[in-house]
């Protein structure tokens, strides 16, 4: 170690680097939000929700563990709702006495389990204008006649948009359709494992913020003919390559998943966040169509283990044979004992 005027070079280093707070070691919460980041990098909504809470000044002066804490709590849900009652959190937890709007939705509505409710300062209001719960931006609700709370992430059939005002104007933090409104996920011919992995897809998909839905599931052989058709000998134009037999859709195992839109109906839109839901896709062990050379197909996703892509076609004997259940019990996801 070579020195200069008795001091070490390394000492030299150790002292410029910390005057210098590029060369600052990174505290936890500037590694967690990284981590955030990059996880969210395709969700442009979700980093801008980020944002929108690092640059808060109560979030600012939390102490560093706090600043951590309040991050976990935002990977649960990335989305502006989130964002906004943790703020609202962060003022609470430096001034007890204060009243945060950030933590309840000035206004919105909630469809749960058939029942539509208004949203008014975070209390639920039935058809008669009655107070019958409470909700927060946190996704979390209390219903009066229920003992346990519930979350607006936990049934992707639930209809939720939640509101705050900004200025004279309401504006959506949360806005989020029945994600399965035909039940095409409950059709018992869509393979159970495949049902169950696509809704932890769209769960995920729901906390980020972002508005999807099954768009169409299992397909009958005749279904898949006449779509082939569709384009060559009917009107419209080629969506597939597939005859009867040849897509993974005839044996119950893709589905296709699109965004909706703001007045609830299926939307291809370019705009959408179509990588980030194949990287949520690709995470629950599902195939990405986005993911693919030539034809590639973003709303489509798959899961036929220990087979391929191409290999549908193959199956045609075995479904002649056992039918759906002698698919999937070549795959080893077989539902019967």
Known sequence: MDSVNGASRSNETQSANASDPAQATPTASELREDELRETLRENPQAVAALDRLVADRNFAQLTDEQKVESLNSFAAAPNAATASYLQGAAELSLNPQATPSGLTPDAGTLTLDGVTYGIEQGRLLDAQG??????????????????????????????????????????????????????????????????????????????????????????????????????????????????????????????????????????????????????????????????WQGLVDRPHVEYHPGFDAGDARHMQQSHRQGGLEAVWDRMGIGQQP
């Open 130 to 291: 009655r107070t019958v719960g409470t909700i927060r931006n946190d996704g979390s609700l209390q219903l009066a006649v229920e003992t346990a709370p519930r979350s607006v992430y936990g049934n992707i059939s639930t209809r939720v948009q939640l509101q705050e005002l900004d200025g004279t104007q309401m504006r959506n933090v949360l806005d989020l359709h029945a994600a399965d409104p035909r039940g095409r996920l409950d059709n018992p011919n869509l393979n159970q494992e495949v049902a169950n992995r696509v809704t932890a897809v769209i769960e995920q998909a729901r906390r980020e913020g972002m508005n999807m839905r099954v768009d169409t599931a299992y397909r009958s052989f005749p279904e898949q003919d006449a779509l082939y058709a569709q384009g060559r000998t009917a009107p419209g134009n080629r969506v597939t390559n597939a005859r009867g037999g040849q897509s993974w859709h005839n044996y119950g195992v893709a589905v296709d998943v699109v965004f909706n839109d703001a007045n609830g109906q299926p939307s291809w839109a370019e705009t959408n966040n179509w990588d980030r839901y194949g990287q949520i896709a690709v995470s629950q062990g599902l195939e990405w169509g986005g993911n």
